[in-house]
């Protein structure tokens, strides 16, 4: 006697009747699930990438701005002194590291051309602790000098104005006297964040040479914070807002929702996704449950004839089709497992359509993501997909009359 019940027995004996028919059904099954499964993880991994390079190059977890700055951005909006919040942020411990930045929108030239763009002064070791911003470093070096005599700049605005390190600039802008002031440096270094705000319009030179040109001191126009657990923004937040009720303490979020309106189409596409793997899945095992069934009419009704209780064979049907559901989905989970792998290490290389991506801040070397709730998804949409494709072959066999099936009288 086999310790398994005779359902399952006969089930599993029947898928392999048909051997060519059962293995498209899985490979259909498998195929799909790993094509989705890949896409899924990159998705994540893309939109992941820009909130990520966001906050690390430029909002943090929380920024601190003046209500009337975003506005208007003049420097009579601004935060001062800074020495208050520098003294708040030291009795939050959920805060693991600030930034403070004092910026001025302008005119960047060089003997040849001019455009519009953003002078920030930011301090080199703070903007390390808070983002790493070296590591955005793509030529020369993450110095202003020995005398702050040098400046970074973003990739992109680099290249509209065909500066290279060492490349004199002058930049032009209005101080808080409201005097045009114009001040030189050189390039040092060019930086390429993935964040278009940066890499189209930032110029970063040192925070004292920015405070002297403008002849503002002890003040900021943005103040960006990094805390150490996510779990803790909201309750940051809440404790500044209650220290500083004059001025917007803002989340990432807040600060830019279109990234969250992309992780939502992101959802919304993952799900349509899962729905077609859904039909794929339960048209496949459907289409091989029905001819199975009706191919197999007389036999079951022998089956019941002979007096075998209908619940065996219904069993026995919902079986096969579970059967080839989880060896797909096994099958397909294990490819998708392969691929997202590969990806989440050597990555997806796009630099054929860099140009395109650098618009919308993606990266030319994708990375996917890989988490444990993409295979939870999969394995109920495959699970779902099989007890659909199996009701209404399950309500043709209800309806026969055994011995009308064996003699040959179909209904």
């Given at each position: ?17 048909r051997?060519t028919?059962?293995?498209m ?6 195929l799909?699930?790993?094509?989705l ?13 820009l ?19 975003r ?89 509209k ?28 270094g ?77 959802n ?55 059967f ?65 494709s ?22």
């Amino acid at each position: 006697m086999s310790k398994y019940p005779l359902s399952t027995v006969l089930a599993w004996l029947s898928i392999w009747r048909r051997k060519t028919r059962s293995l498209m059904v899985i490979m259909m099954i498998a195929l799909s699930l790993t094509g989705l499964l890949g896409l899924q993880g990159l998705y994540d991994g893309m939109i992941l990438h820009l909130i990520n390079t966001t906050i690390r190059s430029d909002s943090g977890e929380i920024s601190l701005y003046n209500k009337k700055y975003r506005l208007n951005k003049t420097l009579e909006y601004r935060l001062t002194p800074i020495s208050n919040y520098i003294e708040a942020f030291s009795k939050i411990e959920a805060i693991d590291a600030y930034s403070v930045r004092l910026e001025k929108e302008g005119l960047i030239a060089t003997a040849h051309k001019s455009l519009g763009a953003v002078l920030k002064g930011i301090s080199l070791s703070n903007e390390q602790n808070f983002g790493e911003l070296n590591d955005f470093i793509t030529q020369g070096e993450y110095s202003f000098g020995e005398k702050n005599q040098k400046a970074l700049i973003g990739s992109a605005l680099a290249k509209k104005l065909n500066l290279n390190i060492g490349s004199r600039v002058i930049f032009t802008a209005q101080d808080a006297t409201g005097e045009i002031n114009a001040i030189s440096f050189r390039i040092s270094g060019i930086l390429k964040t993935g964040n278009p705000t940066i890499d189209d319009q930032a110029v970063f030179i040192s925070m004292e040479k920015m405070s002297t040109f403008l002849d503002v001191h002890q003040s900021a126009t943005q103040i960006a914070l990094r805390v150490k657990d996510s779990e803790h923004i909201l309750m940051v937040q809440q404790e500044l807002k209650k220290r500083f009720p004059a001025i917007d303490v803002l989340r990432w979020d807040e600060l830019y929702p279109l990234l969250i309106q992309m992780q939502e189409w992101m959802n919304i596409f993952n799900l349509a996704s899962y729905a077609i793997v859904f039909i794929v899945a339960a048209l496949g095992i459907f289409g091989v449950m029905l001819v199975s069934v009706l191919e197999r009419m007389r036999e079951f009704s022998i089956m019941l004839a002979i007096g075998t209780p209908y619940r065996t064979v219904r069993n026995q049907i919902i079986m096969e089709a579970s059967f080839l559901g989880l060896i797909g989905y096994i099958a397909g989970a294990l490819g998708g497992w392969i691929f997202l792998l590969y990806m989440s290490t050597a990555g997806v290389d796009m630099r054929a359509f860099e140009a395109g991506l650098e618009l919308y801040g993606y990266s030319a070397v994708m990375y996917a993501n890989m988490h444990l709730y993409y295979f939870f998804q999969a394995f109920f949409a495959v699970f779902f997909a099989t007890l659909l494709s199996v009701i209404w072959p399950l309500r043709k066999l209800k309806k026969i009359k055994p011995i009308q099936v064996i003699q040959g009288k179909m209904l």
